[in-house]
């Protein structure tokens, strides 16, 4: 089970936490695209490209609604032959960076269009957009290899979509193994009722981990980032009752007072009226050695891969630099070379 990070790109900060993460010995570094929050994904991923030489790199997550298929596309392919093949292009159906803007996520079905249009755009195929064949010109003569697309996935329509059209599935419902299993099963039935092999698909979850000896230390800096996932799954016209009992209350608290002003922030009301019992079910927060016995149970549930969030945006500094190295040690355990 490969180990990545999900990190949020910083002005001046962005090479140096690609070169970090992979010195570090992290797999992947993926960025959050929520342009409000962060700078332009795009320009940041060029700089980790060029301040790093194995490490896999990509969005955590982009979304449909705000970014042409034909310009995601331009912008994964050219940073594909900049950093020699490295890239994923993580996508959903966008929540912050459409709130952001007074915006809703795409509906499941503009979701599946514009996953069409955009394999086709990364294959350097012709897609016809209001009857005008439209293709990525610049491609023409240059040899790169395939972009993977990964679709982050709560629910069971966007599972199906993305069983369908994705390379990679990333569940963002928690850090239950069983539930994440379940996840992986709904997935593969989906693949075999649309005639694909579901060997062909990586399967992968965001899990947010803090990890530190002082377990309340621990709970107090995941809380924002939790929450952000915890709302994920507790998006309206989602069946909470499919959720297990120790996640439904949260999940409606969620539904209903998420406040995307304070969002993926720890000091939240929001994320304070999480509790103790609620964390430990949907993340990863103590210490190092609970750490890997949890980590050991998603490698039992059949991901290849995790994308570790790795704390509150206002996680103070004191306990981010620690986990992070704890983090490193973890992934030399679960995840050796």
Known sequence: MKLGLLM????????????????????????ADTQCLTPEVWSHLMLAATATERIEIGTGVTNPVSRDPAVTASAALALQVESGGRVVLGIGRG????????????????FDLYLQRLQAYLAGEEVLREGYPSRIEWLDGIDVPPVP????????KVIEIAAQRADRICFAVGADAERIADCIASARRAAEKADRDPDSIRFGAYVNCVIHP???????????????????????GMDIETLPEGSRAAARHLRHHYDMANHALAGSAHAQAL?????????IAGPLEEAVARFQELEHSGVDFVRIVPGSRDMPAEVAGPSIRSLAKLSEEIDPR
């Open 8 to 31: 949020f790109p910083s002005p001046t900060g962005s090479a140096g936490m690609a070169k970090l993460a992979e010195g570090l010995g992290f797999r992947s570094l993926v960025f």
């Open 214 to 236: 002082d377990r309340e230390v621990a709970r107090e800096a995941i809380r924002g980032g939790l929450s952000v996932f915890a709302h994920f799954s507790g998006f309206h």
């Open 149 to 156: 697309i990964e679709v982050a996935a709560t629910g069971p």
């Open 275 to 283: 509790e103790t019992d609620f964390i430990h079910r949907f993340g």
């Open 95 to 110: 929540d912050s960076s459409m709130a952001k803007i007074g915006r809703r996520p795409a509906p499941p079905k503009d």
